[in-house]
């Protein structure tokens, strides 16, 4: 296997611990599908369908409907190990005439659709 293969092969390495570094916890998305990759595939692909959209209609949101978006956005994220989105979109349901955290949650999520992307090649 050539070294440019090799971080596809395994992402994260089959032995990673917790990190909140990477825009996804490998391990924590790992220990929450048992380790089915095809269940994290799709778990993944989910998540990533409800972060564009979510990402879509927060900028016309009224306050409430961005309190409800965030909330809904904030476990999911938490469930696959996206710490970074889950606590932009908790600060966001905190405060949610925030046009920063908008703007945050927006960039973490691309970061997290990249990281994504990355991984699946």
Known sequence: MSVENMAFAMPGGETCGHSRARPVDLAHLSRQTMGDRDLER??????????????DRLEGATVQER??????????ARGIGAFRVADIADRLESEPASGS?????????????????????
């Open 101 to 121: 955290h908008v703007r945050s949650l927006a960039e973490a999520i691309v970061d997290v659709r990249d990281f994504v992307s990355a991984i699946s090649r």
């Open 42 to 55: 799709e778990v993944l692909s989910l998540f990533l369908h409800q972060a564009q959209v979510v990402g």
């Open 67 to 76: 309190v409800l978006l965030a909330h809904g956005l904030k476990g999911s």
